[in-house]
């Protein structure tokens, strides 16, 4: 997804959730957690770049079922293994900016575009050509 942020919030906000089983969220404005397969199983926790608010940021995170990885701007920043493959399929509607379960919290306040999501996880050279399509 390519996201604008334009306020940095404290707490959680979701950019990105099929309830609070897949999640790409903001942390106190500072890093940005993915987790997939549920909350507790593990995550993958990285630091903002210095320009993010108010400049566009192509934003992934990827789960093979054994590790989570998160990409910023097509650089890898961050690798975390899994202790336990999962399915990773849930009943939940993917949501955009927010979360279904918690439908007054966490709200993402800015601009979210060209979202994709994938069933098989994409390589990081296939993730650098998803950003360079940005319009």
């Known amino acids: 997804a390519w996201v ?13 959730s099929k309830g ?6 903001l942390v106190n404005g500072r890093q ?9 199983r593990g995550d993958c926790t990285v630091v903002l770049p210095v320009d993010w608010l108010h ?6 995170g990827v789960c093979d079922g054994h590790s989570l990885k ?13 202790q336990q493959s999962v399915n990773l399929s849930n009943t939940n509607k993917w949501t955009i900016g927010r979360n279904e379960e918690f439908p007054m919290q966490r ?3 800015g601009f979210i575009n060209q979202v ?3 069933a098989v996880p994409l390589g ?11 319009n």
């Open 32 to 40: 940005i957690t993915f987790f997939a397969g549920g909350w507790g």
């Open 70 to 82: 998160v990409f910023i701007d097509g650089v890898l920043k961050g690798t975390s293994e899994l």
């Open 55 to 60: 400049h566009w940021h192509h934003i992934a």
């Open 4 to 16: 604008y942020p334009q306020v940095v919030s404290n707490g959680l906000t979701d950019m990105i």
């Open 107 to 109: 709200i993402f306040t």
């Open 116 to 118: 994709k999501i994938y």
């Open 20 to 25: 609070d089983n897949h999640v790409l969220q």
């Open 124 to 134: 990081q050279q296939e993730i650098g050509e998803e950003m360079k399509r940005k």
